[in-house]
């Protein structure tokens, strides 16, 4: 699978987890793991996963807009970066988000996010 | 210098450099940098800097909104995600973006581009 395809495969697993499982995201991280989200940092599959499922609204849909990897300096590890669109339930319009991802392989053949920041693209 | 204040730091210097002296930005990058520019993949200093300088505007202005920083998984590497904005000479309104870079340490105790992508957050 080429670099473009894989990271277009993640990054819909990713948001359809956010979407429909947000608990599931556990598996994505690891003790390791940061996340930045609108400049607050959190590190640890535990601790990112008691962020996001505590953000303020509970059903929400992204959209993706944009997606670009890059191989990163780890072995097989690539960078991600994400553009798209949030939409909260009960909400009129959009929110517009990027997002970045560092992902580093696993031993089994999958990949978890060892970096992750988040920003809202305010108008 | 903690990290948060050695990325604001560069990324001052990149957009000022940006801003006013273009061509100076080839010594940010090195032969194994890669550029995705809306899409576009760019690999290699000289043709990164070709890329940006031939860019259909000839005066900008990069307003900064957030930066945020992690370690990456190299020594010593950074992270570094840009939200802002930026303003084309003759154009009425600034166009948003974002912006990552992977940085990494130089033998000299500088930092240089490894990774850079870019994209504009249409409205």
Redesign the interface.
């Known amino acids: 699978m080429d670099p473009d395809a894989l990271a277009k495969a993640f990054v819909e697993h990713y948001y359809t987890t956010f979407d429909n499982n947000r608990p599931g995201l556990a598996s994505l991280y690891q003790d390791g793991s940061?996340l930045?989200f609108e400049?607050q940092?959190i590190q640890g599959s535990p601790n990112i996963v008691a962020k996001l499922t505590s953000l303020p609204f509970s059903q929400c849909h992204h959209s993706i807009t944009?997606v670009?990897?890059?191989?990163?300096?780890?072995t097989n590890?690539m960078?991600v970066?994400v553009?798209g669109n949030l939409q909260l339930a009960g909400e009129q319009h959009a929110l517009?988000f990027?997002q970045?991802f560092?992902l580093?392989p696993t031993p089994q053949g999958s990949y978890y996010v060892?970096?992750d920041?988040f920003?809202l693209?305010y108008?």
């Open positions: 940061m930045t400049g940092k944009t670009d990897c890059q191989p990163s300096a780890a590890g960078l970066f553009s517009k990027s970045m560092h580093l060892l970096n920041i920003r693209n108008a």
